[in-house]
């Protein structure tokens, strides 16, 4: 349970770092939607369980902010711009009741959830 909590404390605080980037998403061999970092359908899955402290279809901040346009933003919470690797260091570190993410999800599936969170 804890666990399940710290990963989507992490994920959320992930997708809050997340930069807005022009990458057009290509599609892999199963044909999903993936940027060059990341497959942002299997990011959704991913990140599902972080929909219960951040919302993506509204501006509205749950438990955690919402992440809807994060990609859009000039900054993070924490005043650094939005790029990818701001927002992996927070998925990592975590902090503000965020459980840092380092060893709970894989290097892929951060990728993943960052493709994601671009699609917001």
Do not use: W
């Not at 749950?62 to 933003?73: H, N």
């Amino acid at each position: 349970m804890k666990k399940t909590a710290s990963l989507i404390s992490a994920i959320v605080l992930a997708a809050g770092l997340a930069i807005a980037q022009d990458d057009k998403p290509a599609k892999d061999d199963s044909g999903d939607k993936k940027t060059a970092q990341g497959n942002a359908e299997k990011g959704k899955e991913t990140f599902e369980q972080c929909g219960a402290c951040h919302n993506t279809d509204s501006p509205e901040k749950k438990m955690g902010p919402s992440l809807q346009g994060l990609f859009k933003r000039p900054k993070l919470k924490n005043g650094k711009p939005v790029t990818d690797a701001n927002v992996r260091a927070v998925m990592n570190a975590g902090g503000n009741g965020m459980p840092a993410y380092a060893d709970l999800l894989s290097d892929e599936e951060k990728a993943d959830v960052i493709a994601y969170l671009k699609t917001l």
